[in-house]
């Protein structure tokens, strides 16, 4: 059978400051994706990293008094502690600064250069140094940033360009005809309601600061930020070397709703001048607070390594992955992660796992018992569900899926009392739930890799495939070890 390969990108973070909670929750939802393929046995592939060129680094870089290769280096230890702390599984961490990106980049110069889709001219526009991005006069508000409320600055320059409006066409055409290339629908829809204006020629040089990728025909002019940012998806692949072909294009970009455009109009039209093709892109929501956006000038960001510190990496995926709906806008609370982790992780989850174990170390002598999984708890299990749910990405569905089979489990316990039982009856009741935990384990693991872990090693089991999600393969006779709690309540309200 031909193995199914997965390749999967979160967008490469600014390092202008420390991660916040957004980063982690792209992070977690990509890793999340990836580890299911996995489970599925395909062949997967994950990137992630960091953007360090642009005018902004450069500007904050000076102002803590560093080369900015130094203020990135530094900077990127956090982003990459970030991934350590939340168990992002990744395969690649691409840094622009690197000389294998470069090449990368130079490359697709070439290639749209030699298609003749590149000219010198000069370029006069609002521009917002946050974003690295010119803004028309219409999409201006206010004459601010429309992202970030502030005034824009108005450059001119000397610029190579893109001839991007070319594609405009090409764009639509692909965009109505492979409507699962940009989810959700949404997304899609807005993309296509702004190429129904006239798509301008994209400015791709600049040489109003030096902190980027030199053109090789003229050293004065580094490349724009995102042309240079966007190709990383290609270098992580080992382009321009021919191995990139078998994983190029992505199945998976994974972004914000807020890089749309950037990830299909201005990369798909430089890939299609390059003759390449096209990834897929699917975009996330934003996490706000209860009292509106997440800021640092409003000093209200979220520290996500010191969340996982404070309630475990586990507990804080369970919280984001549980609570926003995929490709939709959540809001992040604290009291509702003590919430979900007293009342579904702890009280449910947690103490399943604690009386099974218990009971079987105390009944059958600490190993599994021999007899076939009760009907009545194999029917609870909506794997159907479960798989359709993760197949359309419905990750918040797919897990509450889960916890309800956990639900149904703790239900079981209490109706057959196992510790009024004997014998063969107690052993039926006792090998169901036991089996049903090993289940659980494997279906938890994209989510929550430690708990996954924990529960199958505790079961004397490897985590294994999703095609083990079927009853009575735990063997008879392996021992078990109960080991530590898995979730322990939190007692104090905030
Ligand atoms: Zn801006």
Same mark, same amino acid.
Request: with cysteine.
């Given at each position: 059978?031909?193995c199914?390969?997965?390749?999967?990108?979160?967008?490469?973070?600014y390092?202008?400051?420390?991660?916040h909670?957004g980063?982690?929750?792209?992070?977690i939802?990509? &890793?999340?994706?990836?580890?299911?393929?996995?489970?599925?046995?395909?062949?997967v592939?994950?990137?992630?990293?960091?953007?360090e060129?642009g005018?902004?680094?450069?500007?904050?870089?000076?102002?803590?008094?560093k080369?900015p290769?130094?203020?990135?280096e530094?900077m990127?230890v956090h !982003?990459?502690s970030?991934?350590?702390?939340l168990?992002?599984s !990744?395969?690649?961490?691409?840094r622009t600064?690197?000389v294998r990106?470069e090449?990368?980049?130079l490359?697709?110069?070439?290639r749209i250069d030699?298609?003749?889709d590149v000219?010198?001219?000069l370029?006069?526009?609002?521009?917002?140094?946050?974003?690295?991005?010119?803004y028309s006069?219409?999409e201006?508000?206010?004459?601010?940033c429309?992202v970030?409320?502030?005034?824009?600055?108005l450059?001119k320059?000397?610029?190579?360009?893109?001839?991007? +409006?070319?594609?405009?066409?090409?764009?639509i055409d692909?965009?109505?005809k492979?409507?699962?290339?940009?989810?959700?629908?949404?997304?899609?829809?807005?993309?296509?309601?702004r190429?129904?204006?006239?798509l301008?020629?994209l400015?791709?040089?600049r040489t109003?600061?030096g902190?980027g990728?030199r053109?090789?025909?003229?050293?004065?002019?580094i490349f724009?930020?995102w042309?240079d940012a966007?190709?990383?998806?290609?270098?992580?692949v080992?382009?321009?070397?021919?191995?990139f072909?078998?994983?190029?294009?992505?199945d998976?970009h994974l972004i914000g709703?807020?890089i749309?455009?950037h990830?299909t109009?201005?990369w798909?039209s430089?890939l299609?001048?390059a003759?390449?093709p096209?990834?897929?892109?699917?975009?996330?929501g934003f996490?706000n607070?209860?009292s +509106?956006k997440m800021s640092?000038?409003k +000093?209200n960001?979220?520290?996500?390594?010191?969340?996982?510190e404070k309630?475990?990496s586990?507990?804080v995926?369970?919280?984001l992955?549980?609570e926003?709906?995929?490709g939709?806008?959540?809001v992040?609370d604290?009291q509702?992660?003590i919430?979900?982790n007293n009342f579904?992780?702890?009280?449910?989850l947690?103490?399943l796992?604690?009386?099974?174990l218990?009971?079987?170390?105390?009944?059958c002598?600490g190993?599994?018992?021999?007899?076939?999984t009760?009907?009545v708890?194999t029917k609870k299990l909506?794997?159907?569900?479960?798989?359709?749910?993760m197949?359309?990405?419905?990750?918040h !569905?797919?897990?509450?899926?889960?916890?309800?089979?956990v639900k149904?489990c703790?239900?079981y316990v209490?109706?057959?009392e196992?510790w009024k039982?004997?014998g063969a009856a107690?052993?039926?009741?006792l090998?169901?739930l036991a089996d049903?935990?090993r289940i659980?384990a494997?279906l938890?693991?994209?989510?929550?890799p430690?708990? +996954?872990?924990?529960?199958?090693?505790?079961l004397?089991?490897k985590?294994?495939s999703?095609? &083990?999600?079927?009853?009575d393969l735990?063997?008879a006779r392996?021992k078990?070890?109960?080991g530590?709690?898995l979730?322990k309540?939190i007692?104090?309200?905030?």
């Amino acid at each position: 059978m031909r193995c199914l390969k997965f390749f999967i990108t979160t967008a490469i973070d600014y390092p202008s400051s420390k991660p916040h909670l957004g980063h982690a929750y792209e992070k977690i939802c990509a &890793d999340t994706i990836a580890r299911w393929h996995r489970l599925l046995g395909h062949k997967v592939y994950f990137s992630t990293g960091l953007d360090e060129h642009g005018k902004k680094i450069e500007r904050i870089a000076k102002k803590n008094d560093k080369p900015p290769q130094q203020f990135v280096e530094e900077m990127s230890v956090h !982003f990459r502690s970030l991934c350590r702390v939340l168990s992002i599984s !990744f395969d690649d961490f691409v840094r622009t600064t690197e000389v294998r990106h470069e090449k990368a980049v130079l490359e697709i110069f070439q290639r749209i250069d030699e298609k003749g889709d590149v000219y010198n001219s000069l370029y006069e526009g609002s521009y917002c140094v946050e974003c690295e991005t010119y803004y028309s006069r219409e999409e201006l508000v206010e004459n601010n940033c429309p992202v970030h409320e502030k005034p824009v600055e108005l450059v001119k320059e000397d610029s190579y360009f893109f001839r991007m +409006g070319k594609y405009q066409k090409q764009l639509i055409d692909f965009l109505e005809k492979n409507p699962s290339h940009l989810l959700p629908k949404e997304r899609r829809n807005e993309i296509l309601e702004r190429l129904k204006v006239p798509l301008n020629d994209l400015s791709i040089s600049r040489t109003t600061f030096g902190w980027g990728i030199r053109l090789p025909n003229n050293k004065k002019h580094i490349f724009y930020v995102w042309v240079d940012a966007l190709t990383n998806y290609l270098t992580t692949v080992g382009f321009p070397k021919k191995r990139f072909e078998q994983w190029w294009p992505a199945d998976m970009h994974l972004i914000g709703r807020d890089i749309v455009w950037h990830h299909t109009v201005i990369w798909w039209s430089l890939l299609m001048s390059a003759g390449l093709p096209l990834p897929k892109v699917f975009s996330h929501g934003f996490i706000n607070l209860a009292s +509106g956006k997440m800021s640092k000038s409003k +000093g209200n960001v979220v520290d996500p390594i010191a969340l996982s510190e404070k309630y475990g990496s586990d507990v804080v995926r369970y919280f984001l992955l549980r609570e926003i709906p995929f490709g939709e806008d959540g809001v992040f609370d604290e009291q509702k992660i003590i919430e979900r982790n007293n009342f579904e992780l702890a009280n449910e989850l947690g103490n399943l796992h604690y009386r099974v174990l218990s009971l079987i170390e105390k009944n059958c002598a600490g190993t599994i018992p021999s007899a076939a999984t009760d009907n009545v708890l194999t029917k609870k299990l909506e794997l159907e569900a479960f798989r359709s749910n993760m197949e359309k990405y419905q990750l918040h !569905f797919a897990l509450a899926t889960v916890m309800a089979f956990v639900k149904e489990c703790n239900k079981y316990v209490n109706e057959k009392e196992p510790w009024k039982l004997s014998g063969a009856a107690q052993e039926k009741v006792l090998y169901s739930l036991a089996d049903s935990l090993r289940i659980i384990a494997i279906l938890l693991s994209p989510f929550l890799p430690k708990t +996954g872990e924990k529960i199958s090693s505790s079961l004397g089991v490897k985590t294994a495939s999703f095609k &083990d999600v079927k009853f009575d393969l735990l063997p008879a006779r392996t021992k078990v070890s109960k080991g530590e709690i898995l979730f322990k309540k939190i007692e104090d309200r905030l």
